[in-house]
Structures are given as structure tokens and as C-alpha cells.
């Protein structure tokens, strides 16, 4: 829920980002599409056409969205553009289902298993500590469930990635297969209400499928993105306002949660918690994704075509593979920042599901206490976007990026000293609202970076290749604290670890050398002669 951010401090990132503000020319212009040859004369392209580049630019025609479009002083949000409502509906569906999960459903299920294992859920009368539990439930310490489910999601949706852009790119069925993965998102979805001390182990293995789907109806719709409008600024401006939607739906939606169980007074129920998260999300994502897919978002032809040779399921391994080797033999900068992206993604990544772990396993939060530290970590992204646009005009964006991994390294390695028991809710939030600093920090960084040390006119592919960067790697920090938590080594030092992680994105990082002399070597030195580089946002 899985990562975008803008590049530029602003304060106006609310509905103004969504439509223009003033008219004249130039808000004309921006609000302006050109139209596609696809779009022109769908019946004209073929199936091996490559994706062709505008023909004639043409104003969005209002007078053909649907009823339900919403508007902010009677002109429509994103200008018209109804596949790019479409793409933010999408983002906000499946953001608050992920949240529900993380925040919720899975605190609940760490609870149940230590229920079943025979362990200890709260502390004994007379102590604030909880008994360590020894107890073990299908063969494993209850503690590493979620960190055993954060595996077995990596490793597939890492295997899953190159498969679905084969999907995209060699077949006209993109709108298909994202209508099918939003039913079956919300079909999965729906079970997980009824979670009880007698099936949660089932409950645990339809959330895997959930993750998978999830999974790949993003790489679906991320195809959509740089479709959305040919022109840069337009397209910075949806993504800055994709952003807001997508944390702002989670901000929200977990402290609407919250209020209502503290409100109703069943805060520490975590069950009742878990159905009232996973009823409103289920609620929320099933309207947000119908509108997304069956109203919004249209369909694509083919981007190329299936040599003969080739099989639609080999089709999307091999391309990655070959274009890894050209990586590593011919492009050294991109190779350093793929390589940093591997490792500090696989820490961020991971970060999450073991913090869960600890808090509620060592820590003893409840659902409620949880979602307050997740929400405290998903509003620090915000001042770290801004720290990161106030930190890449100063220094470069390279420099801006090993600062915000050494915040991140510093308060994992904090939190692993600072946070030994219960009664540490205080200590958590603040160590949460850094996290949340850093990661924001340094995923706006990143993206600022892979797009300007991607070649010139190698951006789509390339820009795949970032992605399955982000994702390789983000089995193995749960492996190793699993191993660890199996093994019977304190949890701290199991997430002082990831420390690890981050310290080798660091190395990687400086081995990119000059900044100036990366974007030149990417054909890109025009645009920091112009001085234009850190003015264009990045999500």
C-alpha cells in the first residue's frame, strides 16, 4: 500500500489540486488531453502496433461524464479526466483495505493464535510484562505468523510481476483482468468479517490470497499512469493528488475506526475492532472499485505482440532478465540505485509487518493502540515529502536520499534499544512519527530519482524494472526474524536487523557518485543546465 509522494512543499495538495483554480490560456492548456491514436480510431490500431505518441490535442468533453462525476465550484475534479478519478478510486479501495488488514485484522489474529497456542495475551496480575510464549500453533511460535505471511507474499508477488506485465503489454484484456481482480479483491475481502477463535488460520490464508490479487490489480492499474495525459505538469498534479487521496482515505478511515470502538466502548475488543475495520472497508472498497473499473477506466489495445515463439507466460521473465544483464553492463548508475532500492525497500517494506509484530506481541498494544501508531507513522510522510523537496533544492536529490536512510537506520536502531515493554505507547508514537518522516523522505527521493537516472526513452521499461526492484527483496528481513524469533532471540534484536538493510542501501547510494554526472550520463543534462529538475514532482 504498498509508495507515492510529491516532490514539492505545498500547502494547497486538498480538491484545489484536482481542478484549476483561475481560467485563462494556460489553465486551458493544462486541462487539455491529446488524443491518442488508440483512442482516436481504436479499430485502426492492430494488435503489434507499438503505443504511438498524441496526434492533436483536444479539451476533456465534461458534457459526457457520468451524473456522479463530483465537482469543486462547478468544474470537474482532474479536469475532466475520467479514467484519472478512476485511477484515485482504485488507489482509495484498495488502500483502505490494506490498512483494515495491517491495522486490524492482523493484531486480532496475532491475539488468536497465542489463544490457541496456550499462551498469555495480557499480563499476570502484579507485573506489566507478558510472559514470553513458547507455545507453538501449526508448528510455529505465534509471534512469526505475520512475518511467515509477509514471506510468502513477497516471494509470490515477486514472481507474480513479471506474469502481469506480460498481461498489459502482449494482451487487449488489461480492463478485463482489472474488473476480475476487483471482484475477486472484494469477494476475499468479505469472509475476513466473520474472524473468530475457530477459523482464524483459514482467515490468515484467504488474507494471503487478498495481498496476491491486491497485488496484481496494482501492477494493473499502474499501466493506466502514464497514460492518464501526455503532459508532465498535468500528470505531476494527478499524482501529487493521488497521494492525498490514497493516505488521506487511510488517515481517515483509521481515525473514524478508532473514534467509533473508543466511542462504543469496545476498544479493547480486538474481534469487534477487527469486524467494524473490515465491514467499512469492505463497504468502501466494493463502491470505490466498482466506480474505478466499470465506470471509469477504459480499455487498452495491445502495447505489442507475442512473437510466435514466445509464451504469454515465459514472455515477461524473459524480458526482465534481459533487461537486468543490460543493466548491470551497461548502465553502473542505474545498477547502484536498483540495487539501494532492493535493499532499503526490503527493510520499509518489512517494517511494518514486524513492527506490528513487536508491538502487539512484546509491547501488548490492542487493535485500537495499533491503529493509533499506524496513524501516527502515515502522518509523518507528510512533513517528510516537504523535507524532501527542502532537502534535494539544497543539496541534490542523491545526498537528500542517504540522509533520509540514515534517519530511517538511526530510529530503527532507537527503537530497538527504547522499546522494551508495556506501557511504552508514548515512546512508540514519536519513534512512529519518524519512521513515518523518513520513509516519506526517502520514497519522494526515489522517485525523483528513478526518473531522471532512467536513459532517455527508456522510461516504461525501466520504470518496470524500479518496481520489481521495490518488491524482490521484501521476503527476506521476515525470513531472517522469523529465523531469529523461532530460534528464541529477542524480538529486538530481530528488528535492530533491519538496521542492516538500510546501512547496505546507504553504500549503495554513494557508489552512484556525482548527481550532475548521473543525469548527464542519462542523456538528461539539458534539463539541469535549465535548472529544471527538482522544480517537476515525482509520486
Known sequence: MKQQHEHEARSDLGAADLIDEHEGPREQQACSRKIHASEKNRTDRTADAQPT????????????????????????????????????LDAIGRAVAFISAGAFLSTAMLRLAKTDAGCAVDPPDGSDEIPECYGRVYGIRPSS??????????????????????????????????????????????????????????????????????????????????????????????????????FGSMVLFLASIVSIATLGGFSNNELA???????????????????????????RPSARSLPPEKSIWTAGFIQVYRT????????????YFYLSVAFVDAGVNSLATIALTYVTDTLD???????????????????????????????????????????????TILAAIVLKGPGQQVETGVL?????????????????????????????ELMGVYLFSGQILTWLPPLIFTALNEA??????????????????IVFLICIGSYQDAVVKAGRGHLLANGMLITTSAT
Open 273 to 299: 475492532v477487527a469486524r467494524v475495520g473490515l465491514s467499512t472497508a469492505f463497504v468502501l472498497s466494493s463502491l470505490t472499485l466498482y466506480l474505478a473499473w466499470f465506470r471509469l477506466l477504459q480499455s
Open 365 to 411: 498494544f490492542n487493535t485500537t493502540e495499533s491503529g493509533f501508531a499506524i496513524l501516527a507513522m502515515l502522518l509523518g510522510t507528510v512533513p517528510g515529502a516537504y523535507l524532501a523537496g527542502v532537502t534535494m533544492k539544497r543539496l541534490d536529490p542523491i545526498r537528500s536520499s542517504i540522509l533520509a536512510t540514515i534517519l530511517i537506520t538511526i530510529n
Open 145 to 246: 505468523l505475520l512475518t511467515i505471511y509477509t514471506m510468502v507474499v513477497g516471494v509470490s508477488s515477486s514472481a507474480l510481476m513479471p506474469f502481469m506485465g506480460a498481461i498489459v503489454d502482449y494482451t487487449p484484456h488489461r480492463l478485463l483482468f482489472g474488473r476480475w481482480l476487483s471482484i475477486m479483491f472484494c469477494l476475499l475481502l468479505l469472509p475476513l468479517v466473520f474472524l473468530s477463535q475457530n477459523n482464524w488460520f483459514y482467515m490468515a490464508n484467504v488474507l494471503v490470497i487478498l495481498a496476491l490479487v491486491g497485488w496484481a490489480q496494482t501492477m494493473v492499474t499502474y499501466a493506466y499512469l502514464p497514460e492518464l495525459t501526455d503532459q508532465e505538469e498535468r500528470l505531476s498534479t494527478f499524482t501529487r493528488s493521488f497521494t492525498v487521496a490514497s
Open 432 to 460: 512512529a512519527v519518524v519512521w513515518g518522516t523518513a520513509t516519506g523522505w526517502k520514497w519522494t527521493t526515489d522517485r525523483i530519482l528513478a526518473s531522471v537516472l532512467i536513459p532517455t526513452g527508456q522510461d516504461a
Open 488 to 505: 528464541g532471540i529477542s524480538q529486538r534484536i530481530g528488528i535492530g536487523t533491519l538496521a542492516i538493510w538500510f546501512l547496505a542501501g
Open 53 to 88: 505518441t498524441s496526434l492533436e490535442t483536444e479539451p476533456f468533453d465534461t458534457s459526457q461524464l457520468p451524473r456522479f462525476y463530483p465537482r469543486w465550484r462547478g468544474k470537474p475534479w482532474f479536469c475532466g479526466n475520467a479514467e484519472a478519478l478512476g485511477w484515485a
Open 324 to 335: 537486468s544483464i543490460h543493466i548491470c553492463k551497461s548502465l553502473p548508475t542505474l545498477k
